[in-house]
């Protein structure tokens, strides 16, 4: 069985540009999660979907992230414009459903804003 | 809210010897989830284990195992027999049963774990 698929797995990029990052999760799986995951810390919860509605998005930034799930399957998540404080590991999880007790990470993507 | 607090920013332990990771959280709910999780220098979080509150018997995955106290909201994973490969971040996290937002997984800080040879 494939895992969590992320793309790409480093970007550098500027503060005020733009980036987007993409996930495909383990096939049949109904939920995605996207995480932030600062340097020292663990993961904090930026987004939840099901299928391809909106669960959870209490925290995402709304002024400067988005992200969407358009058919239910991949994810991307953006961020525009970027700030020094976005430098941050970005890890996409699945599940098979928001009951499911086990989530499946993957690889994450690290972004750097210089 | 829930939190999930790991005192230990760093162990280490030689190899094959136990070492035990500490993990404490904070919840008024009486059933929920708690799961220990792996992320090498690959990044990748990686299921260790997991345990259901409502059950008694603590969980056991080969050389991982977990003592978990209910009443002192306590949640410390074991390891015997340390390899290299153990060599990672570890996290403990916590979640809840219930819908919603709660579904969401809620991580510590992490601890470093070093293995010497």
Redesign the interface.
Known sequence: EAGVAQSPRYKIIEKRQSVAFWCNPISGHA?L?WYQQIL??????LI?FQNNGV??D?QLPKDRFSAERLKGVDSTLKIQPAKLEDSA?Y?C?SSLS??S????????T?LTVL | AQTVTQSQPEMSVQEAETVTLSCTYDTSESDYYLFWYKQPPSRQMILVIRQEAYKQQNATENRFSVNFQKAAKSFSLKISDSQLGDAAMYFCAYRSPSGGSNYKLTFGKGTLLTVNP
Not at chain 1, 40 to 45: A, I, M, N, S, V
Not at chain 1, 101 to 108: A, E, K, N
């Open positions: 939920t999660y020292g810390q663990g993961p904090k919860l939840q669960v959870d209490s590991v890890l999880a928001p009951y007790d086990t989530q499946y990470f993957g690889p994450g690290r």
